[in-house]
């Protein structure tokens, strides 16, 4: 007895159309998020110049930025934050974007107080911020 194929096999295979929509969505993302991150850097902030220093691939989000500009206000992301408000200003940022591994990079112009930088460092203990790094130039050496 011979049966009739009522289907024709048809070779199974992959849409790429959307795999392909997908990967540049996903470097379209990181390219704009990796740009957004150079704008908090102040560029009112001249940095001071250290004998050391290391050169540091940004972490993305998982970094605070503080600025400390010439006229010693303190500048987090787009905002002037008092000093006395800053303990809570840390703690909150900390945990809207990740918690206790957060890491905070002072950037000091070179020109700012150093009370100020040490009252930075007192608003870091005390949002429970213990991870903190600072910002300094290296010159080049000159033959």
Same mark, same amino acid.
Do not use: Y
């Given at each position: 007895m011979k049966f009739k194929k009522t289907h024709i096999d048809? =070779?199974?295979?992959?849409? +790429? =159309? !959307? +795999?392909?929509?997908?990967?540049? @969505? *996903? @470097?379209?993302?990181?390219?704009? !998020?990796?740009? *957004?991150?150079?704008l908090e850097l102040e560029k009112e902030v001249t940095l001071p110049i250290a004998d050391s220093s290391q050169k540091k691939e940004s972490e993305g989000f998982l970094?605070?930025?503080?600025?400390? @500009?010439p006229n010693n206000m303190i500048k987090v992301g787009? !905002?002037?934050i008092d000093v006395d408000? *800053?303990?809570? /200003? *840390?703690?909150? @940022?900390?945990? /809207?974007? %990740?918690?206790?591994?957060?890491k905070?990079? $002072?950037?000091?112009?070179?020109k700012a107080h150093y009370g100020?930088? +040490?009252? $930075?460092? %007192? !608003?870091? =203990?005390? =949002?429970?911020i213990w991870n903190v790094s600072f910002a300094t130039f290296k010159e080049e050496q000159k033959n």
């Open positions: 048809e =070779a199974v295979g992959i849409q +790429m =159309a !959307s +795999m392909i929509d997908i990967v540049f @969505l *996903l @470097l379209i993302f990181f390219v704009v !998020s990796s740009q *957004l991150k150079d970094e605070i930025q503080v600025n400390v @500009l787009d !905002s002037i408000k *800053l303990p809570t /200003e *840390l703690a909150k @940022l900390a945990k /809207e974007t %990740g918690g206790k591994d957060k905070i990079i $002072i950037r000091g112009d070179k100020r930088i +040490m009252r $930075i460092m %007192g !608003s870091c =203990a005390a =949002a429970n």
